[in-house]
Structure formats: structure tokens, C-alpha cells
């Protein structure tokens, strides 16, 4: 079952009935200087809820792209453990799109053992791409401990 609710331009959709939790954003481009992210598209979060609750698992708290020539692009951002209990690991994956929609590069980022309500700062790998992408995408997936 989906449910779109539209708060403050953000579009968010639940996905209800899944074991897995985890949670989607999707960005606009960043600023070259590593500064915040200039968001030119509309941007979508997708959570997926455990059973036992609406609220996922693992909740991306904000993030942006930063792009450097020399290293290559990566998100940066802050994910939270919504549950009463540890997450033995949690994984962050970005990808990046050109302006034809093509994906041009992914980085990861995971932690383990990340206990019941604590935030947690992520940077995914940086992903070598020949010029600044267009938009990303960055989900997390979870394993209880």
C-alpha cells in the first residue's frame, strides 16, 4: 500500500507491510565549494516502515552533494536510528544522475552497532565522475543487531 502526503513541497510516500526498513531522498545539484545543496528539482523521501510501526527504521536527517574535481562527488548528511533498539548496521548509498537521467556514479557509507535513537553523521565514498552530476539519489538499508 502507498500513501503520498505532500508537507511543506516535500513529497513523502510510506510503504506499508515491508520487513526492511529503510528510507529514500533524492537532491538536486551541489555547490562545487562543498557548500549546501542547491536543490533544483522537487525533492522526494521515500521511508519504508517496519511492521510493528510507521516510522522507518533508519531515517535520513538531511544531506547534500558536495563535488570536488580532484576526489569526485559524495553526499554528507545525518541518519538516525528511530527504534528502541541497536541497528548492528546501517548502510547509506548515493547515487548520481546526469541531466539525461543516466546514472554516472554511486559512493556507500555504513556504520554497525548504532544504538536505539542516536543520530550519526554519514559520507559516503567519494565516486569519480567526469563533471558534476545533475541530481543524486541516497537510501539507507538496516540489520537489526
Known amino acids: 500500500m502507498f500513501v503520498t502526503t505532500v508537507v511543506s513541497g516535500v513529497a513523502m510516500t510510506v510503504m ?11 537532491g538536486g545539484n551541489g555547490n562545487a565549494d562543498g557548500g549546501e545543496a542547491t536543490d533544483t528539482n522537487t525533492q522526494q523521501q521515500t521511508s519504508t516502515s517496519t511492521p510493528e510501526s510507521d516510522e522507518p527504521a533508519v531515517k535520513i536527517l538531511d544531506h547534500s552533494m558536495e563535488y570536488d574535481e580532484m576526489m569526485g562527488v559524495k ?16 548502510q547509506v548509498k548515493a547515487r548520481f544522475f546526469d541531466e539525461s537521467d543516466t546514472r554516472v556514479g554511486e559512493g556507500m557509507w555504513n556504520a554497525t552497532d548504532v544504538s536505539a535513537g542516536r543520530e550519526v553523521q554519514f559520507e559516503t565514498i ?18 537489526p543487531s
Open 126 to 143: 567519494p565516486a569519480q565522475v567526469d563533471s558534476e552530476p545533475a541530481r543524486y539519489e541516497v537510501e539507507t538499508s538496516t540489520s
Open 16 to 26: 506499508a507491510g515491508c520487513t526492511e526498513s529503510g528510507d529514500t531522498a533524492s
Open 75 to 90: 553526499v554528507v548528511g545525518t541518519v538516525k536510528n528511530t527504534t528502541d533498539s541497536e541497528q548492528g548496521y546501517i
